[in-house]
C-alpha cells in the first residue's frame, strides 16, 4: 500500500523556520518525482515545489522561491521543505505528493497524496 | 501568478450528467495537454481523478471523463452520486515550468 507521511509541522512565529518531512513506504520511491503542495485553511491548492527523481531537477512556485529549499534522501525513502521567514500566509497544510515516472515533472501534482501536515505562523 | 478559472459552485441532481469548466490560456490550459482534476472532501487530501487532459488513473471511475477545447479544460461526471459532493480542482503545466491550480468548485448533488 502506498503512504506519504508528513511531520515536521507547528506553530511558528513570523520570520521563524521550519522543516517538513515526508516518509514514503509501498513503491519504489527513488524513481518517482515528488511535488509539494500547500492549502490554506478553507482556501483552494497551491503548488509549492517539485524535486524530480534522483534530485536532479527542482523547481519552486515564484511566490516562495527563495524561502524554501527542496531536498530527497533515497536512502530514506523521504523528502524535505525547509521554509524560512515565514509569513502569516504561508499558514495552511501542506501535502507531498508522489508524481509517477511516467508523468512529466510538472503535468499533474501526483496520483497519491498524503495527509498532510499543518502549519501555523502566528504570533 | 494567477489562478486557472473554475465556477466558484455547481449543483445537479444524483443520476444527472454535469461538466465543470477550468479556464486558462494559451501559456498552460490551451498551450499543453498536462491538465489535472482532483477530488476533495471535506477534511480530506485532494485525490486525482484525471491527468494528460483524458487519461483516468489505475482504479478510477469511468463515470469522470476528461476533455479540452482550446483554453478551456473539462471534467464529465455521469450518473452523479450523493458522494460526488466535493470540492473539484483542476492543475495545468504552465510556462516558465511552473503548475497552475484552479481556484476550486464546490459540486453540490
Known amino acids: 500500500e502506498v503512504q506519504l507521511m508528513e511531520s515536521g509541522g507547528g506553530l511558528v512565529k513570523p520570520g521563524g523556520s521550519l522543516r517538513l518531512s515526508c516518509a514514503a513506504s509501498?513503491?519504489?520511491?527513488?524513481?518517482?518525482?515528488m511535488n509539494w503542495v500547500r492549502q490554506a485553511p478553507g482556501k483552494g491548492l497551491e503548488w509549492v515545489s517539485c524535486?524530480?527523481?534522483?534530485?536532479?531537477?527542482?523547481f519552486y512556485s515564484d511566490s516562495l522561491k527563495g524561502r524554501v529549499t527542496v531536498s530527497r534522501d533515497d536512502t530514506k525513502n523521504s523528502i524535505y521543505l525547509q521554509m524560512n521567514d515565514l509569513r502569516a500566509e504561508d499558514t495552511g497544510f501542506y501535502y507531498c505528493?508522489?508524481?509517477?515516472?511516467?508523468?512529466?515533472?510538472?503535468?499533474?501534482?501526483?496520483?497519491?497524496w498524503g495527509q498532510g501536515t499543518l502549519v501555523t505562523v502566528s504570533s | 501568478q494567477s489562478a486557472l478559472t473554475q465556477p466558484a459552485s455547481v449543483s445537479g441532481s444524483p443520476g444527472q450528467s454535469i461538466t465543470l469548466s477550468c479556464t486558462g490560456t494559451?501559456?498552460?490550459?490551451?498551450?499543453?495537454?498536462?491538465v489535472s482534476w482532483y477530488q476533495q472532501h471535506p477534511g480530506k487530501a485532494p485525490k486525482l481523478l484525471i491527468y494528460?487532459?483524458?487519461q483516468r488513473p489505475s482504479g478510477g471511475s469511468i463515470r469522470f471523463s476528461g476533455s479540452k477545447s482550446g483554453n478551456t479544460a473539462s471534467l464529465t461526471i455521469s450518473g452523479l452520486q450523493t458522494e460526488d459532493e466535493a470540492d473539484y480542482y483542476c492543475?495545468?503545466?504552465?510556462?516558465?515550468?511552473?503548475?497552475?491550480f484552479g481556484g476550486g468548485t464546490r459540486l453540490t448533488v
Open positions: 494559451s501559456s498552460d490550459v490551451g498551450g499543453y495537454d498536462y
Open positions: 509501498g513503491f519504489p520511491f527513488k524513481f518517482y518525482h
Open positions: 494528460d487532459v483524458t
Open positions: 524535486i524530480s527523481s534522483g534530485g536532479t531537477y527542482i
Open positions: 492543475s495545468s503545466y504552465r510556462n516558465g515550468t511552473t503548475l497552475a
Open positions: 505528493v508522489r508524481v509517477p515516472p511516467d508523468f512529466d515533472w510538472l503535468s499533474s501534482a501526483g496520483d497519491s
